[in-house]
């Protein structure tokens, strides 16, 4: 059962007492009717929205895309340069140099997808190149996605 369902539960079954002063007698009002009913409108506003992320899209939020370009960034500098055991922050670091050189912005924010894919060999063996999405917004910020399969 969830937390809104068990709230639920604990609301229809509480009421409000209230003492009539001037005959002495209690009054029970049940307060959950209103509330359920509000309930049941917000479930039903929120289901499209639940619907859309389950098809399979990334959850990206809705930003104004100036630019938007696909790059193949080589990561084997990283192998030769770099000690073992700091490859995969190196290559997170060039990835952001590389976007950053070539979108012309300071502000580059790397997708959880992207660090995933550096990472997901351990520190030692980054990929030796990754291709990336990079959208730049009308603010100037530019976001790092894997590129999407052709």
Do not use: C
Request: proline content about 6%; hydrophobic content about 30%.
């Amino acid at each position: 059962m969830s937390e809104t369902e068990k709230k639920e539960d604990e609301l229809v079954d509480t009421t409000v007492e209230e003492e009539d002063t001037q005959s002495g007698t209690e009054i029970t009002i049940p307060e959950t009717q209103e509330v359920v009913e509000e309930k049941e409108e917000e479930t039903v506003e929120s289901a499209p929205a639940a619907a859309e992320k389950e098809e399979g899209e990334p959850e990206e939020e809705e930003i104004e895309v100036v630019e938007e370009k696909v790059y193949t960034i080589p990561l084997r500098h990283v192998w030769v340069v770099t000690p073992r055991g700091k490859r995969a922050p190196r290559a997170v670091r060039d990835v952001h140099d590389f976007v950053s050189r070539h979108m012309k912005s300071e502000e580059v924010a790397v997708s959880n997808q992207i660090n995933q894919a550096i990472w997901s060999r351990g520190i030692n063996k980054p990929p030796r190149k990754i291709t990336v999405r990079a959208v730049k917004d009308k603010e100037g910020k530019v976001i790092v996605y894997p590129a999407k399969a052709a």
